[in-house]
């Protein structure tokens, strides 16, 4: 009798092993996939790492993680409901996400549907624990300038400030919204505190040429809408600064 159960406990053991190993067999190939597919998508080869990712999601469905790099590539792709039904799984599976609530405010962006996107920013920056609320609250301020509401945009690009001082996409913001309100000289140094803290940020360059255009200044506009395309020369930027060097020839 005690050799049977002898017996016994040791198959139990023995099952409980292999399932054990199992589980981590999996967890591993998992997060092997899920690092594959992100470090793809972040280096342009977006179908790739979507491939693998959905791999990932197979293995693990009730990975919030995953969802949220899932959400991330579709709407790389254009493919704007995917992507908000991912990031919905994704905060369904972890309601305080605020990363996830960022990003798939930048969806509602653009798809133009300014106030759901908001929503999304606001509960991103609730959240106490957020380490890096300046995107969100920057993400606001371009929300806000959608809505034309100029002095709330202004708010949220000053508290994205207070946390990352030489957050450039901010400071540029910022001197966009102040030209909405007709604050020229306040944009003006905008733009340059955003050039002073971050030199190779192609957007503070553009808007301050341009900038300087509107009142005359051409050499000072013609030398910053040069170094929009020395710094970015494919980009769209680059593009719009050969257009308005063009205009005052």
């Known amino acids: 009798m005690l050799s049977h159960i002898s017996l016994l406990i040791l198959f139990v053991f023995t099952l409980t092993g292999c399932a054990?190993?199992?589980?981590?067999?999996?967890?591993?190939?998992t997060e092997a996939l899920q690092r594959l597919g992100t470090s793809l998508v972040q280096q342009g080869s977006i179908r790739a790492g979507l491939e693998k990712l959905l791999e990932a999601a197979k293995l693990d469905p009730t990975n919030s993680a995953?969802?949220?790099?899932?959400a991330l590539a579709y709407r790389d792709l254009e493919e704007f409901q995917l992507s908000l039904d991912h990031f919905k799984k994704a905060l369904e599976l972890r309601p305080e996400f605020p990363q996830a609530w960022n990003n798939m405010g930048t969806v509602y962006l653009l798809l133009g549907q300014w106030d759901l996107a908001i929503?999304?920013?606001?509960?991103?920056?609730?959240?106490?624990?957020y380490r890096t609320p300046n995107f969100a609250y920057s993400n606001l301020g371009l929300a806000y300038i959608k809505k034309?509401?100029?002095?709330?945009?202004?708010?949220s690009?000053?508290?994205?400030?207070?946390?990352?001082?030489?957050?450039?996409?901010?400071?540029?913001?910022?001197g966009l919204a102040l030209?909405?309100?007709?604050?020229?000289?306040?944009?003006?140094?905008?733009y340059q505190d955003a050039i002073s803290v971050d030199p190779e940020y192609p957007a503070s360059h553009f808007h301050l040429g341009r900038l300087y255009?509107?009142?005359?200044?051409?050499?000072?506009?013609?030398?910053?809408?040069?170094?929009t395309i020395?710094?970015?020369p494919r980009g769209h930027l680059a593009q719009e600064a050969k257009k308005l060097l063009n205009s005052m020839k």
């Open 230 to 232: 020395k710094l970015d």
């Open 157 to 174: 690009f000053q508290k994205a400030l207070k946390f990352a001082p030489s957050y450039s996409p901010a400071r540029t913001n910022l």
């Open 213 to 227: 255009m509107r009142f005359n200044r051409n050499s000072e506009a013609a030398e910053e809408l040069h170094q």
């Open 20 to 29: 054990g190993n199992q589980q981590a067999t999996t967890k591993k190939r």
């Open 66 to 70: 995953i969802h949220q790099e899932l």
């Open 119 to 129: 929503n999304c920013f606001q509960m991103a920056v609730g959240d106490i624990l």
């Open 148 to 155: 034309e509401q100029y002095q709330k945009a202004i708010d």
């Open 179 to 190: 030209e909405r309100m007709n604050r020229w000289e306040e944009a003006m140094d905008a």
